[in-house]
């Protein structure tokens, strides 16, 4: 069964600690994203990756840092530099051209406490 | 340059039927929609592609005006099981992101 693994679905953090959110794609797509929601609010993208060894910066990378050293991995760490970490993280993936299509993850609530 | 949507939100009762707009300022190579239910991640449901070419669900249609950058989603004899937030994607072609847009809530009651 192909899909996207997001773990854990709830997280819980005191201020100040670093927290690495799990994302792991058995679909063999070359590009990863992640994104966060908050209530109420759209898709913003933190970063994404379209092959091994490169990612890119997207609108809200700020206090994040990512990693992809393998295909099937992207995992997203949400460092103590950012200001205000709680909300609804999703991961996805997707083939590429020409259609693009976005598959998403269950996601990861994190609450910052 | 997030593609704005309209309406912002939108009660319907079962069997009406609903339309969903979606506009933006950049040159699109194709517009894509999902729906996301409360709590959940959200769903491809289509593709639309310059020149026509379209990809997805059976049972939702959708058009795409290339000269305006709009696309509009059609729910035709809606069901409770369409309530959620639907968002529209706009994608440049290429290796590039795809950029949500501000979403719309809609509600299907009996």
């Known amino acids: 069964d192909g899909g996207i693994t997001q773990s854990p679905k709830y997280l819980f953090r005191k201020e100040g600690q670093n927290v690495t959110l799990s994302c792991e794609q058995n679909l063999n797509h070359d590009a990863m994203y992640w994104y966060r929601q908050d209530p109420g609010q759209g898709l913003r993208l933190i970063y994404y990756?379209?092959?091994?060894?490169?990612?890119q910066k997207g609108d809200i990378a700020e206090g994040y840092s990512v990693s992809r050293e393998k295909k099937e991995s992207f995992p997203l760490t949400v460092t103590s530099a950012q200001k205000n970490p709680t909300a609804f993280y999703l991961c996805?993936?997707?083939?590429?051209?020409?259609?693009?299509?976005?598959?998403f993850g269950p996601g990861t609530r994190l609450t910052v406490l | 340059q997030q593609p704005v949507q309209s309406p912002q939100a939108v009660i319907l009762r079962e069997g009406e039927d609903a339309v969903i707009n979606c506009s933006s300022s950049?040159?699109?190579?194709?517009v894509h929609w999902y729906r996301q239910k409360h709590g959940e991640a959200p769903v491809f449901l289509m593709i639309?592609?310059?020149?026509?070419e379209q990809k997805g669900h059976e049972k939702i249609s959708a058009s795409f005006n290339e000269k305006k950058q709009q696309s509009s989603l059609y729910l035709t004899a809606s069901q409770l099981s369409y309530s959620g937030t639907y968002f529209c994607g706009s994608y440049s072609g290429g290796y590039q992101k795809v950029t949500f847009g501000t979403g719309t809530k809609l509600q299907v009651i009996p």
């Open positions: 996805a993936s997707s083939p590429g051209p020409p259609y693009n299509e976005q598959f």
């Open positions: 990756s379209q092959i091994v060894n490169d990612f």
């Open positions: 950049k040159a699109l190579y194709s």
């Open positions: 639309l592609l310059k020149g026509g």
